[in-house]
Structure formats: C-alpha cells, structure tokens
C-alpha cells in the first residue's frame, strides 16, 4: 500500500502568500482610517467637555488640534457646533473613501458627538 505525499505543494504556498498578502495590505488601507478616528473623537470629547467657549474658539481649537494629531478628513468648520450659556454640545460626522486598486475602494462613515451642560446656572 502507497501512501500519497502531505503538505503544500508551491502552488497552494504561493496561493497562501498572496491572500497574506492582500490581508496585510487592507489592515495599513484601514487602520490609519481608524487611528484617525479614534483622535477625532478625543477631540470632540475633549472640546465637549468645556461649557464656557464660543463656537469660533471650539472650531479654531479643533482645527489645532486636527493639525497636532495629523487629522486630515475633518476641520472645524465641518463641526455641528451648539455652544452658549453653559451648554456645549459638538457632533463630527464625515466620510472617508480609501482607494485599494484600479477603481475598487472602502468608505468610512464616522459620527461622533459629545457635549455638556452646567447644571449651576
């Protein structure tokens, strides 16, 4: 009785390897994305939180710290800004498209929002 040869022949390795390899190129297409993402809402949470600023100085913050933290599909002027009176409220939604190859290619959509009122007054 003959037993018949196990593992990979050089064509399911290089099979193997291009998958791999197509996987390891979307995660550096998508993690950026989401890298920039996780900043934009550290931002608006941290803008959020603060109830004594206009809505000109929450935009021109976040546009500082937009250029601090390399964020670059949103600015300020994008911003849902309801500020006054104590209460501070701020929402962020945007779009972001990635091209992969050719004419194929991810989009993103984001929303985020935080906000504050002073229960003092």
């Known amino acids: 009785m003959q037993r018949g040869q196990y593992g990979f022949t050089f064509i399911s390795t290089l099979v193997l390897m291009a998958f791999i390899g197509g ?11 989401y890298v920039e993402y996780a ?15 206009s809505e000109y100085q929450i935009r021109k913050d976040f546009n500082t710290k937009a250029d601090v933290a390399d964020i670059s599909s949103i ?22 498209e990635v091209p992969l190859f ?17 229960s003092s007054q």
């Open 75 to 96: 600015r300020g002027q994008d911003l849902q800004v309801v500020a006054g009176s104590g209460v501070v409220h701020i929402r962020a939604a945007y779009r972001r």
């Open 23 to 33: 996987v390891v190129l979307l995660g550096f297409k998508v993690i950026p994305v």
């Open 102 to 118: 050719a004419n194929v290619g991810l989009t993103f959509d984001f929303e985020t929002e935080a906000g504050k009122t002073d």
């Open 39 to 53: 900043a934009v809402k550290q931002a608006v949470r941290d803008l959020g939180s603060e109830t004594s600023s």
